[in-house]
């Protein structure tokens, strides 16, 4: 990949004792709706992990939640130490799923909007765009879904922070090319202490990509661990791994 080097820049900064994310008996409702079970987790320095689950299963609302967008309903909330606040949205870089960009910008003038609020890597950024083959002069809203998609992702990537939290960041592009924007990317950005939450429908990508995975079901933890600790336990691939689970839930749960 050509500017890789210039991609990752500085490391962002990070404190190697605690976790980057932490949370226990945290849960969401929405009126009666509970979007998320009381959840016990943590992230730490360095992980990418992947967030799994088909549509509703809460990926978007744990989050929110850890960008302080959302307010728990209950449990606790650790982001970088403190419950979120003004300190974690400087340090979250969160790339919501939809677009919210300004039609009539220009990549160059959406990173200029970015830099005015957050601390945000030149060098990086232009880096991501040569390698996302993104011009820096297209308007966002003549850009097609995919390339609308590449650039708000290199957006994001190109903020300096402690966390990175991305929300289905590659929805909309073709299989092959998000494999291989996802490969790259992750090689490059796993050499550094980035740390990163992934939260994607495509289950089948956690078989190679994600140090370890959380895998949601209507609000409740279906499968937890690393790629290989699942492939051991249940004996097949994550994406079987993930349906004969769900499977299992349903036959439990079913009124005898
Ligand atoms: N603002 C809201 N008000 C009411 N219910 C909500 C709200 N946001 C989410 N929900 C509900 O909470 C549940 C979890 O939604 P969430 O968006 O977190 O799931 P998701 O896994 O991110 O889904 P998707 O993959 O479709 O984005 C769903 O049943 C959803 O309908």
Do not use: C
């Not at 404190?15 to 009666?32: A, N, P």
């Not at 030149?122 to 390339?147: C, H, I, Q, V």
């Not at 550094?192 to 939450?197: A, I, K, L, P, S």
């Amino acid at each position: 990949m050509s500017g890789a080097g210039a991609m990752v820049g500085r490391l962002p900064r990070v404190s190697v004792s605690s976790s980057v994310l932490r949370t226990e008996g945290l849960y969401k409702r929405y009126w009666r709706k509970t979007a998320l079970e009381p959840l016990n987790f943590s992230l730490e320095v360095g992980e990418f992990v992947g967030l799994l689950g088909v549509n509703g299963s809460g990926k978007s609302t744990l989050m929110k939640m850890a960008a302080g967008l959302v307010r728990p309903s209950g449990g606790h909330l650790e982001v970088l130490g403190l419950p979120p606040g003004p300190h974690s949205k400087l340090e979250v870089a969160f790339l919501p799923e939809l677009d919210h960009l300004y039609p009539r910008w220009t990549a160059r003038e959406a990173f200029a909007f970015f830099d005015r609020f957050f601390t945000m890597n030149r060098a990086r950024f232009f880096g991501l765009l040569e390698f996302l083959r993104l011009e820096e002069t297209a308007r966002f809203g003549t850009l097609s879904k995919g390339n609308r998609t590449r650039l708000r992702l290199a957006l994001t990537l190109a903020r300096e922070a402690r966390l990175y939290l991305l929300d289905e960041p590659l929805s909309g592009i073709d299989p092959l090319t998000r494999e291989q924007i996802l490969m790259t990317l992750m090689r490059e950005f796993r050499a550094t202490d980035m740390t990163m939450m992934l939260a994607t429908h495509q289950v089948a990508e956690a078989e190679t990509l994600f140090d370890r995975v959380l895998v949601l079901d209507e609000g409740r933890v279906l499968l937890e661990g690393t790629a290989d600790e699942i492939r051991a336990r249940r004996g097949s691939s994550i994406d079987r791994a993930v349906k004969e689970a769900a499977r299992e839930r349903r036959a439990l749960e079913e009124p005898v």
